[in-house]
């Protein structure tokens, strides 16, 4: 179902579309991402913890 309202004003709230089904234009079909769950986020106060964090996701990676 095409509903541009709908899309612009999700996608200004909450930076996705929460509800599937819905798309900005006929034959234009988005991939919903969702946010991560709260209890896989990963809490963080400053850029400092960020950067601590993202480098933390590297290392386990590249072990």
Not at 27 to 35: A, C, D, L, S, T
Not at 47 to 62: A, M, T
């Amino acid at each position: 179902m095409v509903n541009i309202d709908f899309c612009l004003s999700s996608y200004m709230a909450f930076r996705y579309l929460w509800k599937d089904g819905v798309d900005f234009a006929k034959g234009f079909q988005h991939k919903n991402f969702r946010p991560v769950e709260n209890e896989n986020r990963i809490p963080v106060r400053t850029p400092e913890d960020i950067d601590s964090e993202i480098l933390k996701q590297f290392n386990k990676l590249y072990r």
